[in-house]
């Protein structure tokens, strides 16, 4: 499946291809960012003739077959955070990944859902 | 505020694998306080570390001109979890305290429950950056002293009023390396964040 341009040459030394090669070469993402624990989910909708996708892109795709968030896609796909935050917000933008509804838009957690993590927290 | 007791949420879903709340906790500190260390002894996935490449464009030192500087820097970003039941997880962000990496802390810090900002002693310096980020964007935060073998034992009182922080705001002594511990920073940070949001 490597091909071997993204062959690891020893641990210290990092991937061959610098990580935003991944994102040709952008460091911001289109649109607002991915929050990094937002819920993202594929819509199933089948990517357009005019769409290239990288990948990068596909992988993280089809992980998000199942509701997943890009703190752990970055972690299972081994890119670094705002590498992926730009592939997930390309897919967003070409309507194949979308925001799961979750209570969160607020600027502050909800206090329920907090009493809840507590109440675990202290059972822990 | 009203808060729904716990044992009154009924299951959403049997399975625990998938997401349905997620909640992000900041690890703050200067460097070499313990940030790496507390994030992997909470969380049960292995300590992760991911490797932040950040342009010069995105570090924004671009003002900074200067011929000879760096077009890369790397920072390493530690990344831990907890997964509770009914699909909630909690995210611990670790990453660095310079004020150079802050333009990350503010995308990270939004819609957190809050920071546990770590300090070590013989340093309380290193962590004023940190104290005053949260302090200026009224996230809430607590103050966890690390404990370093070999540094001087101080009560938790010296420590609040060298770091002069506002009575409200929990200062507590911790191990980062201690499970206990660990996790009681999280409590006393969640506590903290619930009191915030009733006033």
């Known amino acids: ?124 | 505020m009203n808060f729904a007791a716990s044992d009154t949420v009924p299951p959403r879903d049997a399975d625990d694998d998938i997401p349905l709340h997620t909640l992000k906790v900041l690890v703050a500190g200067g460097f070499g306080v313990g940030k790496t260390t507390l994030v992997g002894t909470v969380s049960e996935v292995h300590p992760l570390r991911t490797e932040e490449t950040l342009t010069d464009a995105s570090v924004g030192v671009d003002d900074l001109g200067g011929v000879e500087r760096k077009t890369t820097t790397t920072v390493a970003m530690d990344f831990g979890r907890l997964t509770f039941s009914g699909g909630v997880r909690l995210y611990l962000f670790g990453t660095p305290g310079q004020e150079r990496f802050w333009f990350m802390w503010d995308q990270i810090a939004y819609g957190a429950i809050g920071a546990i900002v770590l300090v070590d002693t013989r340093r309380l310096t290193t962590s004023f950056a940190s104290i005053d980020f949260f302090e200026q964007r009224q996230i809430p935060f607590i103050v966890a002293a690390n404990r370093f073998d070999g540094a001087r034992p101080y009560s938790v009182e010296q420590i609040r009023d060298a770091l002069d922080v506002d009575p409200e705001v929990p200062v507590m002594l911790c191990d980062a390396r201690d499970r206990d511990m660990a996790r009681g920073a999280l409590v006393a940070l969640v506590e903290h964040a619930l009191q915030a949001s009733k006033v």
Do not use: N
């Open chain 1, 1 to 124: 499946m490597e091909t071997p341009r993204e062959r690891w040459i020893g641990r210290d030394a990092g991937p061959v291809v610098r990580p935003y090669a991944v994102t040709r070469g952008r460091t911001r993402a289109r649109g607002p960012a991915v929050d990094l624990v937002a819920i993202l989910v594929a819509t199933g909708r089948t990517p357009g003739d005019r769409v290239w996708l990288s990948r990068e892109h596909r992988m993280l795709l089809q992980m998000c077959g199942r509701p997943s968030t890009p703190a752990d896609l970055a972690s299972k796909a081994d890119l670094p955070f705002r590498v992926v935050q730009i592939l997930l917000a390309d897919l967003r933008e070409y309507g194949l990944i979308e925001e799961s509804d979750q209570d969160r838009q607020s600027e502050r957690p909800d206090p329920r859902i907090l009493m809840r993590v507590l109440d675990e927290l202290r059972r822990l």
